[in-house]
């Protein structure tokens, strides 16, 4: 199973940023998809998720600006980052879970940074 995040990097506050997740090694429309970050000196929190049936979840702090999405032929999860603030600067991290086991899997984390 492998997980490969990508699209971070640098960006002005108020831009915008679309993070991807590649994934093999599963049949990745079974699973639920999701984004977690950990900003420096802080513990990993959940930011969004999707289920197979399409159910969302956001987390407070970026309702309304992300956008996650997901392509089950390609394999492939999104989160879609716009208005970004610098509170946003972390590690991105793709998880993949199959509800009801212990299938969850974890990508490699990709940075993104905003400056003020």
């Known amino acids: 199973v492998q997980l490969q995040a990508s699209g971070g990097g640098l960006v002005q506050a108020g831009g915008s940023l679309r993070l991807s997740c590649a994934a093999s090694?599963?049949?990745?429309?079974?699973?639920?998809v999701a984004w977690y970050r950990q900003a420096p000196g802080k513990q990993r929190e959940s930011v969004a998720s999707?289920?197979?049936?399409?159910?969302?979840t956001y987390s407070d702090s970026v309702l309304g600006r992300f956008t996650i999405s997901r392509d089950d032929d390609k394999k492939m999860g999104y989160l879609q980052m716009n208005n970004l603030k610098p509170e946003d600067t972390a590690v991105y991290y793709c998880?993949?879970?199959?509800?009801?086991?212990?299938?969850?899997?974890w990508g490699q984390g990709t940075l993104v940074t905003v400056s003020s």
């Open positions: 998880n993949t879970e199959l509800v009801g086991t212990t299938n969850n899997f």
């Open positions: 090694g599963i049949t990745f429309r079974r699973y639920t």
């Open positions: 999707l289920s197979r049936s399409s159910t969302t």
